[in-house]
């Protein structure tokens, strides 16, 4: 929950090593989605995929497992990848408990992303002033 009380979801680790893009996503644009689609069709997981930056095509498959976790689909029976939309209405009263509870919410963390050249960067700066110091603890002692 977002401090504006707003409802994210956001995938952070999986158990299968599979890649994933760990933006944060509006349950509301989620749930717009999801009830777009013609009435009485299934729900797979590439409806999601427009809302998402495009990392990964894993990801809306792990938000369908989300949804699923937090009961607002369920598969549909001897049907692959095909789900059906729930109530949300117990969902949205355990977060509203949550909401008026004593904890408050933290906004989501933003992600810091440093690239391949400033890593390599940092990388042959610290060798640098290794070397340095190296060199100086070696002057140091040969003169002492």
């Known amino acids: 929950m977002h401090s504006d009380s707003i409802i994210h979801l956001r995938i952070t680790k999986n158990s299968g090593g ?3 893009s760990d933006e944060w996503v509006k349950y509301a644009d989620i749930q717009a989605v999801l009830k777009e689609r013609s009435e009485n069709s299934p729900i797979m997981s590439h409806f999601i995929s427009p809302l998402l930056l495009g990392k990964s095509s894993n990801t809306s498959g792990f938000i369908m497992a989300v949804l699923s976790h937090l009961k607002l689909i369920r598969p549909l029976p001897k049907k692959k990848r095909l789900h059906e939309l729930l109530d949300p209405g117990p969902f949205l009263d355990t977060v509203e ?3 008026s509870s004593d904890v408050k919410p933290k906004a989501p963390a933003k992600k810091t992303v440093r690239s391949n050249t400033a890593k390599k960067k940092a990388a042959v700066k610290a060798r640098t002033k290794k070397k340095a110091t190296s060199r100086t603890n070696k002057t140091a002692s040969s003169r002492g």
């Open 97 to 99: 408990k949550m909401m």
């Open 18 to 20: 599979g890649f994933f």
